[in-house]
């Protein structure tokens, strides 16, 4: 993928397909592969296979790979040679038959947006005209892993380094997915920046993307972009509901209406 463009631009882009608007993934398993999936990180892989349920899909898997195996000896404490077996033994059959195959040119891919009512409503992020935001969420289960911290961390710093802070009038949320990823942040030196910065960190686990606590909206007329990842209507609140990367959203913050990083 491009610098900028991350796993849930490329899901906003599988999710705008007609295969996929017209209903005909709903049920099926989702198998994600090619140049672009396996340069992914694990953290990301894992929001293209979460975000499988907005297909409407019974589940979503990538291929193990060399990747994987060092994720589970790192980040699991899985012995190497237990690691790499299991990797070995997962991997689809070469000769394996697949209902439908849907090809994506990974370099043409741009950040995107999935305007409010539904995940599948995707546009490019410069397509989306000017749209100020009152609120800004970075968290839930596909946005508040260690790579996605690690990118709100990325425009944070770039906006601290120009002499910027969150915009008047906006607010700004950051909630940690686990309690490994709020420590990996303060080990960092995140925490403290994010905080610098305006951005008001909430304590680790689920919120507002289940309509629970800080980052839901109060009124109708209210607008959010948010790292969640489904924007039907209530979901986060009455109001409306912008989905975007980490990238994005943080960007957001800082320009006070949906921008890119």
């Known amino acids: 993928l491009r610098p900028g463009v991350t796993a849930k631009d490329l899901m906003l882009e599988i999710l705008r397909h007609p ?9 099926k398993i989702l198998e994600y592969g090619g140049e672009a999936v396996r340069a992914l990180s694990v953290d990301e892989r894992a929001t293209l296979t979460n975000m499988a349920a907005e297909v409407g899909a019974f589940t979503g ?21 237990d690691a790499e077996q299991l990797v070995a033994d997962l991997g689809s059959d070469p ?9 994506i040119d990974a370099t043409t891919l741009q950040p995107m947006v999935a305007t409010p009512g539904d995940p599948g409503n995707g546009v490019g992020v410069t397509e989306v005209g000017e749209v100020p935001v009152d609120i800004v969420y ?35 949320y ?31 686990g689920c ?31 009455p109001g409306k509901v912008y989905l975007a990367s980490p990238y994005t959203v943080l960007a957001s913050a800082f320009s006070g209406k949906i921008a890119g990083f």
């Open 61 to 81: 898997i990538v291929a193990p790979d060399g990747r994987t195996a060092d994720f589970l000896v790192e980040r699991r404490g899985m012995d190497r040679n």
């Open 138 to 172: 970075a968290g839930s289960c596909t946005g508040a892993k260690r790579d996605d911290v690690a990118m709100a961390a990325r425009v944070v710093g770039r906006a601290l380094a120009e002499g910027r802070v969150v915009a008047e009038g906006v607010d700004a």
């Open 207 to 237: 919120g507002a993307c289940i309509n629970a606590g800080p980052g839901v909206s109060g009124s109708p007329d209210q607008v959010t972009v948010s790292s969640i990842n489904r924007n039907f209507p209530g979901r986060s609140g």
């Open 95 to 103: 000769d394996a038959e697949y209902e439908w195959t849907m090809n």
């Open 19 to 27: 295969y996929v608007r017209d209903g005909e993934a709903i049920g």
């Open 174 to 204: 950051l909630q940690y997915g686990s309690v490994d990823v709020e420590r990996y942040a303060h080990e960092q030196g995140w925490h403290e920046r994010f905080l610098e910065a305006g951005i008001k960190v909430l304590a680790r």
